[in-house]
């Protein structure tokens, strides 16, 4: 199998294993943030949504934020325009492919209403060849303040790296501490946070994964089951955070989409490789 990076339209960037869709990069100048759509399975089923009727600024897996110097970055018809931020599709710094991944490097603008840019995100995405039962892809955002201090907020509970999800039936939460169902799930900290559903008569789940070496780890995690499937990460789910100016913040974070339900497949010995992973690359 081969993977293809193909660019089927001007503000559009996808991976295929050949001819088989895994993820799609929307980064239109129209958009208020740049996100990931569609997310394919390795059975070929779509696991994210994009703009649903209940909450169209839900866009399939994106890096947001509510709060940032008081502007939100999230929201978007449902926000008042003095408020209301865009996350800017700069640059791509690099797109490679190699046998068994491909590599994007992307430079976004966090663009406050006056036009100022409060932050520069570098969004570095791995994709990685499937293997028959799961499909991972590595993400690495470096946030860098620019001239002022930047306080990434809170409330809302619900920013970081987010997921919304496909139409499923039987949909559950769960997370490493093997806690399962809304109630006991969100809000909680967690090494990965995953949600499992039945589509298309096919069980399968999406995890996200914490890695150590980010801030607050193990994260708190925003986690929804009941009336739609949402996980994200939320390290400052109840404590507000501060970059300085000329600092960078660094998260590192892995998605798994995986067939199989939560008690076939083994999410904690993925987790454990997805760590080992990144410790033997940063002694090399």
Same mark, same amino acid.
């Given at each position: ?64 934020? @509510? ?20 996350? =800017? ?11 068994? =991944? ?68 039987? =949909? ?47 994260? =708190? ?51 454990? @490789? ?11």
């Amino acid at each position: 199998m081969t993977l293809v990076l193909n660019e089927p339209s001007e503000f559009e960037l996808s991976v295929t294993d050949e001819d088989t869709p895994i993820i799609t990069y929307r980064y239109g100048s129209d958009l208020y943030k740049p996100y990931f759509h569609p997310i394919h399975a390795p059975n070929g089923l779509i696991v994210t949504d994009d703009a649903p009727e209940d909450h169209v600024h839900h866009r399939g897996l994106c890096f947001t934020w @509510g709060d940032v110097n008081g502007i939100n970055y999230w929201a978007e018809i449902n926000c008042e325009e003095a408020v209301r931020g865009r996350i =800017r599709h700069r640059e791509f710094r690099e797109k490679s492919v190699s046998p068994d =991944r491909v590599q994007l490097v992307i430079v976004n603008d966090w663009v406050a209403p006056d036009g100022t840019k409060p932050l520069e995100e570098i969004c570095s995405v791995t994709v990685h060849q499937p293997e028959p039962e799961h499909q991972a892809i590595d993400f690495q955002f470096d946030l860098r303040a620019q001239s002022t201090d930047v306080v990434m907020g809170t409330p809302p509970a619900y920013h970081g790296l987010c997921y919304r999800a496909a139409e499923m039936e039987y =949909r559950k939460v769960t997370n490493s501490d093997s806690r399962i169902g809304e109630s006991e799930v969100n809000g909680r900290n967690a090494k990965w946070c995953a949600l499992n559903g039945i589509l298309a008569d096919e069980a399968l789940g999406v995890a996200i994964f914490d890695h150590p070496s980010n801030l607050r780890h193990p994260t =708190r995690f925003f986690a929804l089951d009941d009336a739609f499937g949402f996980i994200s990460t939320s390290f400052a789910y109840d404590e507000p955070y501060t970059i300085r100016a000329g600092e960078t913040l660094t998260l590192k974070h892995r998605v798994l989409i995986h067939l199989g339900d939560l008690f076939t497949f083994d999410l904690w010995q993925c987790y454990e @490789g997805y760590v080992k992973e990144i410790q033997t690359k940063s002694n090399s």
